[in-house]
């Protein structure tokens, strides 16, 4: 792999851990001879260009009996190798992207081991392989019939032209969200998400396993404009973000049998929610919302970038508006995160910002200098009640991010396995970059004692609890 030309040495200069990506770049050079770097120009979600080295070349796939080469591109983001590669296909002009489970219209790959992205353990090479794995399993391209071959095609155009626009902007086809359950929470999300303006048509459909009732009859009675309330999940379909806030519990219930009673009603309507939506995101508020997003990706088979928990989104806001208000540290360039689990086990991160950007750079952990901040702003943070009003804004500015393909990033409850060296398939809250195909979990940090023990202990409380679980 040939790393001389003054072009690439140039753009190289600007990556944070250049020697780490010449050495990551070299290993895949050894077992994939033909893929080469080389610079371009990535359009970041601020709509600011960026020069930026990508690795184009060829895998092998096995089809049917027969051997096939799929072009691919990697976006190599500054922070490379700890920060996954953006992973494109790059049809020629007789080829046609075959969207499916690991591919979507625009030939975008997603695949665990970028959502689970964690180097070193994680490496390209392994991508790679998994990449070629998948699409043995599930071809990507197909080759374009005579009729298709006459007409010009915007898709293929866009990717051969290997230019990436982030997003920020609205989708052309028709947004459509769904509500579940009819509660407080419920009619919250609703409210909210439509004064966002950023859906076309909003479903709030009131389950009857549900226990939390509320004013689905006066949203009826008032028909808000584009607002439809149902009670049967098939008006769902279709839609680009499904929010599940439903409770199935009473008070007189111990901890066990709430989230088992929790369990029992998303098991009849999980499943079906992701069949009449395969594209859509699912976004779980139902309490406990760490247990309850690691049920609901267990139930509807879809990959953990398409389900997602409220977390600790509305914390990670508010701290980081205390931060930035009240302690007047808004200069510092840093966002708060707050991490973990929704517990008195939580962690808070900062979080380096690019200059005159929105793009995360780095998480780093509190460190002896900044720990007197954090500890006053956390305590500030306390006695702030997650109401219903406060819960359904934080639900509708994470759906704003998803269906706006906003790339903005969100403190969500994601699946950690890989994440700092947590090896149990647990949901915790963690910084993610959300857009329209979910999200893609940033890499992990190594934390103090202290905060690593918070993670650890909440790891196996979640353990300790699913043993107890009839899944």
């Not at 180097?119 to 298709?148: D, R, W, Y």
């Not at 929610?273 to 309490?287: G, N, R």
């Not at 267990?298 to 205390?322: A, F, K, W, Y």
Request: hydrophobic share 40%; net charge neutral; glycine share 8%.
């Amino acid at each position: 792999m040939d790393f001389s030309s003054e072009s690439v040495k140039k753009v190289l200069s600007k990556y944070k851990f250049r020697d780490v990506a010449i050495e990551e770049l070299q290993k895949v050079s050894r077992l994939h001879h033909d893929m080469k770097v080389i610079s371009g120009t990535y359009m970041s979600s601020d709509s600011l260009q960026k020069d930026l080295l990508k690795l184009i070349g060829n895998i092998p796939v096995r089809y049917q009996g027969r051997s096939y080469n799929l072009p691919i591109l990697l976006w190599l983001l500054e922070s490379f190798p700890f920060t996954p590669p953006v992973c494109f296909l790059r049809p020629t002009s007789s080829m046609v992207i075959r969207e499916g489970k690991h591919v979507d219209s625009k030939g975008r790959i997603h695949l665990p081991g970028l959502h689970n992205w964690d180097h070193p353990k994680s490496t390209v090479n392994g991508l790679l392989a998994e990449m070629i794995a998948k699409f043995e399993e599930e071809p990507p391209l197909a080759t374009k019939s005579s009729a298709q071959s006459d007409n010009p095609n915007d898709l293929l155009a866009y990717v051969s032209n290997l230019a990436l626009n982030e997003g920020g902007n609205r989708l052309d086809q028709e947004v459509k969200v769904s509500v579940i359950g009819g509660g407080d929470l419920g009619i919250a999300a609703v409210l909210s998400i439509m004064a966002k303006s950023c859906v076309d048509k909003l479903v709030l459909i009131d389950i009857p396993e549900s226990s939390t009732k509320g004013g689905t009859m006066d949203l009826e009675i008032f028909s808000l404009p584009k607002v439809e309330v149902s009670k049967d999940l098939s008006a769902s379909a279709g839609s680009k973000v499904v929010v599940i806030t439903a409770n199935a519990w009473s008070d007189e219930q111990s901890y066990l049998s709430v989230v088992q009673t929790n369990v029992d009603m998303y098991r009849g309507i999980i499943p079906r929610l992701a069949q009449l939506s395969p594209k859509a995101v699912l976004l779980i508020a139902s309490q406990p919302v760490d247990i309850m997003t690691r049920v609901a990706w267990r139930q509807s088979h879809l990959p953990p970038t398409q389900v997602i928990g409220m977390g600790c989104n509305l914390d990670s806001e508010r701290l980081s508006h205390i931060i930035n208000i009240s302690l007047v540290a808004n200069n510092t360039g840093k966002q708060a995160w707050v991490i973990g689990e929704l517990s008195e086990n939580k962690v808070a991160l900062w979080g380096s910002m690019g200059p005159g950007t929105d793009q995360l750079q780095a998480l780093t952990p509190v460190s002896n200098s900044t720990k007197p901040l954090m500890d006053r702003a956390l305590e500030m943070l306390k006695g702030r009640g997650q109401r219903s009003w406060s819960v359904g804004l934080s639900i509708a500015d994470i759906t704003h991010s998803i269906v706006t393909d906003k790339k903005k990033i969100h403190s969500v409850t994601t699946l950690a396995e890989g994440w700092g060296g947590i090896s149990s398939k647990v949901f915790l809250s963690l910084p993610c970059i959300l857009g329209e195909n979910g999200s893609t979990r940033l890499p992990g940090v190594a934390l103090g004692s202290e905060d690593e023990m918070k993670l650890r202990e909440s790891v196996a409380c979640q353990v300790n609890l699913f043993m107890q679980l009839r899944l």
